[in-house]
């Protein structure tokens, strides 16, 4: 039978915008004087209420759910959703103002890296002093202070102060002391974001380790959708202070990218008066066709994509048209350039297809451009940024959680094979 | 673990902050950070430094010789019967455990911003584990004013009386650790929510030094003024403090009295503000 480790209510948390309270002691005091002592209205409560609205920001809002015993919540959303908030009020850092959180168990949250860490100190005392913040007990810090240096790995730096510490070095310090807390629930905002992807790995599988041996309840803000489905059971997926779904976490993730991806994979131009052109070209459609896999799951790097085009030919007679299709990152790299061979054509309606295979590119936003050209030489009519979309990561087995380097991500055949079992002689 | 009984939970969160703040159990439970912020603050503060914490000794022996050549030689306030090096020394010991604490607590919100928003622990600690590290200078400042205090009564034709009195001391202590924290807390609110407030923190206790007898004594002050003076709660713990050490100084059952009872209430009032006010001053600072 398992057991509520959180149960949230109704929790909202209003920020206000622009000036706090009413910006100055004098009239703080004057507010106090009108409506505690002469029990007035609020003479800076702005009445109008639509004033009051655009002043107010609700980072959270009317948000209600449960957190079993020993499950993993992954908590996605764009920035300013609300996540930070909501961990913020879990760990009791700021209060809400409505609503009511409830638990069992103690709590830790590590909400950034190397809190409390003070730079003159040395890695001991740092150790010692960020396991006290965490309101660990000395016993318990020196119980589980081998285990941090290992886990760090930085036994020959333990009496070199941090702030001489190289910052993976301060990170993994940072990072093992909060990993080797036992608190009953762990919070755990954007703690991977930091660090070279070996050490994030690591800490990944340390936080599988604590959430599956030892039953603790996890939760979980993190930017690496490949994180959150990797990690958690169950996600949340917060957009501008309300709950927009919850559900399994691969479910939430899924939604939550097809939602956020910035898209343009269709144009089409019924009047051809309108259409982007000149008196020799007129388009009349560009498509990008995504084969998914599965009709609800988003673009990622396995899914192959079909550019389409179809435009006016306004030429007369018979011109030799060739069209250029030109593939860019957002970071401005011409990923490919594939030209069409000329091709003998007539006034009327032309089109083209070609089709990108899955497990070609890399994850990351795209654009196409295109020109077409007469006689392979003269440009007739050139469209930059015709269409756009973005891929979104996709890793199966492999158990790399950084960045994918490279423009491309091709899925050539490539293995290790045990070629002899001999040790290594000279 | 736990019972599933739904309405028995281990803690809840709610937009009421309560008066009473922390329970005493769960400071206690963070006692260890308090050892450990007061052990990082005497780390840090004479790390890198070619004297260390002979710092501690040399700040006060300074400040004794700059007042003595001031106000001894060149102002030329009396210091009674009591030799000068001794009046000012324990005039300035107590006055910098004061203004230590006091200064040092009233801008904990904003000395530990980042703290505060990162993590949750007690705040209290913060204050106190500040003047348990203002308290560990005060005592080795203190063990330099005794040493002083033997030296003037033994090769010195000055004598005062006996050394008894000088349990009096933690009393004393006692008090003005009190009224430091209390003014501390009660302004380290006001400075988090408006910023104005930290200029008016450092004025004030310039200020109030004057109005404290820790370069005069007491019965140096005209009559018709004295009362101004006897107005500052500090006035009859310094007082009595150079009395019980030095045998000099005027203070009254009454006046101790209404010391105590302001320092009291204060604390008092200080402390539940500060805990009411606290959770919210994050959301500001």
């Given at each position: 039978m398992?057991?509520v480790?959180?149960?949230?209510?109704?929790?909202?948390?209003?920020?206000?915008?622009?000036?706090?309270?009413t910006?100055?002691l004098?009239?703080?005091?004057?507010?106090?004087?009108t409506?505690?002592?002469?029990?007035?209205?609020?003479?800076?409560f702005?009445?109008?209420s639509a004033?009051?609205?655009?002043?107010?920001?609700?980072?959270?809002q009317?948000?209600?759910f449960?957190?079993?015993?020993?499950?993993v919540l992954?908590?996605?959303?764009?920035?300013?959703?609300?996540?930070?908030?909501?961990?913020?009020?879990?760990?009791?850092?700021?209060?809400?103002?409505?609503?009511?959180?409830?638990?069992?168990?103690?709590?830790?949250?590590?909400?950034?890296?190397?809190?409390?860490?003070?730079?003159?100190l040395?890695g001991?005392?740092?150790i010692?002093l960020?396991?006290?913040?965490?309101?660990?007990?000395?016993a318990?810090?020196?119980?589980?202070?081998?285990?941090?240096?290992a886990?760090?790995?930085?036994?020959?730096?333990?009496?070199?102060?941090?702030k001489?510490?190289?910052?993976?070095?301060y990170?993994?310090?940072?990072?093992?002391?909060?990993a080797?807390?036992?608190?009953?629930?762990?919070i755990?905002?954007?703690?991977l974001?930091?660090?070279?992807?070996?050490?994030?790995?690591?800490?990944?599988?340390?936080?599988?380790?604590?959430?599956?041996?030892?039953?603790?309840?996890?939760?979980?803000?993190s930017?690496?959708?490949?994180?959150?489905?990797?990690?958690?059971?169950?996600?949340?997926?917060?957009?501008?202070?309300?709950?927009?779904?919850?559900?399994?976490a691969?479910?939430?993730?899924n939604?939550?990218?097809?939602?956020?991806?910035?898209?343009?994979?269709k144009?089409?131009?019924d009047?051809a008066?309108?259409?982007?052109?000149?008196?020799?070209?007129?388009?009349?459609?560009?498509?990008?066709?995504?084969?998914?896999?599965?009709?609800?799951?988003?673009?990622?790097?396995?899914?192959?994509?079909?550019?389409?085009?179809?435009?006016?030919?306004l030429?007369?007679?018979?011109?030799s048209l060739?069209?250029?299709?030109?593939?860019?990152?957002?970071?401005?790299?011409?990923?490919?350039?594939?030209?069409?061979?000329?091709?003998?054509?007539?006034?009327?309606?032309i089109?083209?297809?070609?089709?990108?295979?899955?497990?070609?590119?890399?994850?990351?936003?795209?654009?196409?451009?295109?020109?077409?050209?007469?006689?392979?030489?003269?440009d007739?009519?050139?469209?930059e940024e015709?269409?756009?979309?973005?891929l979104?990561?996709?890793?199966?087995?492999?158990?790399?959680?950084?960045?994918?380097?490279?423009v491309v991500?091709?899925?050539?055949?490539f293995?290790?094979?045990?070629?002899?079992?001999e040790?290594?002689?000279? | 673990?736990h019972d599933?009984n739904?309405?028995?939970?281990?803690?809840?969160?709610t937009?009421?902050?309560s008066?009473?703040?922390?329970?005493?159990?769960?400071?206690?439970?963070?006692?260890f950070?308090l050892?450990?912020?007061?052990?990082?603050?005497?780390?840090?503060?004479?790390?890198?430094?070619?004297?260390?914490?002979?710092?501690?000794?040399?700040?006060?022996?300074?400040?004794?010789?700059t007042?003595?050549?001031?106000?001894?030689?060149?102002v030329?306030?009396?210091?009674?019967?009591?030799?000068?090096?001794?009046?000012?020394?324990?005039?300035i010991?107590l006055?910098n455990?004061?203004?230590?604490?006091?200064?040092g607590t009233?801008?904990?919100?904003r000395d530990?911003?980042?703290?505060?928003?990162?993590?949750?622990?007690?705040?209290?600690?913060?204050?106190?584990?500040?003047?348990?590290?203002?308290?560990?200078?005060?005592a080795?400042?203190?063990?330099?004013?005794?040493?002083?205090?033997?030296?003037?009564?033994?090769?010195?034709?000055?004598d005062?009386?006996?050394?008894?009195?000088?349990l009096?001391?933690?009393?004393?202590?006692?008090?003005?650790?009190?009224?430091?924290?209390?003014?501390?807390?009660?302004?380290?609110?006001?400075t988090?929510?408006?910023?104005?407030?930290?200029?008016?923190?450092?004025?004030g206790?310039?200020?109030?030094?004057?109005?404290?007898?820790?370069?005069?004594?007491?019965?140096?002050?005209t009559?018709?003024?004295?009362?101004?003076?006897?107005?500052?709660?500090?006035?009859?713990l310094?007082?009595?403090?150079?009395?019980?050490?030095l045998?000099?100084?005027?203070?009254?059952?009454?006046?101790?009295?209404?010391?105590?009872?302001?320092t009291?209430?204060?604390?008092?009032?200080?402390?539940?503000?500060?805990?009411?006010?606290?959770?919210?001053?994050?959301?500001?600072?």
């Amino acid at each position: 039978m398992s057991t509520v480790a959180i149960q949230v209510e109704s929790l909202s948390k209003r920020y206000r915008l622009g000036t706090i309270g009413t910006g100055s002691l004098r009239q703080d005091v004057q507010r106090w004087w009108t409506t505690a002592i002469r029990k007035k209205e609020d003479p800076f409560f702005l009445a109008d209420s639509a004033t009051q609205q655009k002043q107010a920001l609700w980072a959270l809002q009317d948000i209600s759910f449960e957190v079993q015993q020993g499950e993993v919540l992954g908590i996605v959303g764009n920035n300013g959703a609300g996540k930070s908030t909501l961990l913020k009020i879990i760990s009791r850092i700021v209060r809400p103002t409505q609503g009511t959180v409830r638990g069992r168990g103690r709590i830790n949250s590590l909400l950034e890296v190397g809190t409390g860490f003070q730079p003159d100190l040395t890695g001991r005392d740092n150790i010692l002093l960020s396991g006290y913040i965490l309101g660990m007990s000395k016993a318990e810090v020196r119980a589980k202070f081998d285990e941090i240096v290992a886990f760090a790995g930085i036994e020959r730096f333990l009496d070199t102060p941090v702030k001489r510490y190289s910052s993976g070095m301060y990170v993994r310090l940072a990072f093992a002391v909060a990993a080797h807390l036992e608190p009953d629930i762990l919070i755990l905002d954007e703690v991977l974001a930091v660090g070279d992807s070996e050490f994030q790995k690591k800490c990944l599988g340390k936080i599988r380790e604590v959430s599956h041996h030892t039953g603790r309840t996890i939760l979980f803000v993190s930017h690496s959708m490949q994180a959150i489905t990797n990690l958690c059971d169950k996600g949340m997926w917060l957009h501008q202070g309300k709950i927009k779904k919850i559900g399994t976490a691969s479910a939430v993730v899924n939604e939550y990218l097809v939602s956020a991806q910035r898209i343009q994979l269709k144009q089409k131009w019924d009047d051809a008066t309108l259409a982007p052109g000149n008196e020799r070209i007129r388009l009349k459609l560009v498509e990008l066709v995504p084969h998914l896999l599965t009709p609800d799951s988003p673009v990622d790097v396995r899914t192959p994509l079909t550019f389409k085009i179809e435009f006016w030919n306004l030429l007369p007679g018979e011109t030799s048209l060739s069209m250029g299709l030109h593939l860019y990152t957002y970071s401005g790299e011409c990923v490919f350039d594939r030209p069409t061979p000329d091709s003998l054509c007539n006034q009327g309606l032309i089109k083209a297809e070609c089709t990108i295979p899955g497990d070609f590119l890399n994850d990351g936003a795209y654009y196409f451009s295109f020109v077409i050209t007469r006689d392979t030489s003269v440009d007739l009519f050139r469209y930059e940024e015709c269409l756009s979309f973005e891929l979104e990561d996709f890793r199966g087995d492999y158990n790399y959680y950084g960045k994918w380097l490279g423009v491309v991500r091709p899925n050539f055949p490539f293995k290790l094979i045990q070629a002899g079992v001999e040790s290594f002689a000279s | 673990m736990h019972d599933s009984n739904q309405s028995k939970w281990d803690w809840e969160i709610t937009a009421k902050s309560s008066w009473w703040g922390a329970s005493p159990r769960e400071l206690w439970a963070y006692r260890f950070l308090l050892g450990g912020l007061v052990r990082s603050d005497f780390l840090r503060g004479y790390q890198q430094t070619v004297l260390g914490p002979l710092w501690l000794l040399l700040q006060p022996i300074m400040t004794t010789i700059t007042y003595l050549l001031v106000f001894g030689k060149m102002v030329g306030i009396s210091t009674g019967t009591v030799p000068p090096a001794l009046f000012y020394l324990a005039g300035i010991v107590l006055w910098n455990l004061f203004n230590d604490a006091f200064t040092g607590t009233s801008s904990i919100f904003r000395d530990n911003a980042h703290l505060f928003s990162k993590v949750y622990f007690p705040r209290l600690v913060i204050p106190f584990a500040q003047l348990s590290s203002h308290l560990i200078s005060f005592a080795i400042q203190s063990l330099f004013l005794l040493v002083l205090l033997i030296y003037y009564r033994l090769f010195t034709s000055w004598d005062s009386h006996t050394l008894f009195w000088l349990l009096l001391i933690p009393l004393v202590v006692g008090l003005v650790c009190a009224q430091s924290l209390a003014l501390g807390l009660l302004f380290s609110v006001l400075t988090g929510k408006y910023r104005d407030v930290k200029f008016i923190v450092g004025l004030g206790v310039r200020l109030l030094m004057f109005l404290t007898p820790v370069i005069y004594p007491v019965q140096y002050v005209t009559e018709k003024w004295r009362w101004l003076v006897q107005l500052n709660p500090l006035t009859p713990l310094f007082e009595l403090f150079r009395w019980a050490i030095l045998g000099q100084g005027i203070v009254t059952i009454s006046q101790l009295l209404y010391s105590t009872s302001f320092t009291l209430i204060l604390l008092l009032a200080s402390l539940l503000t500060f805990n009411k006010q606290g959770d919210k001053i994050i959301d500001v600072v």
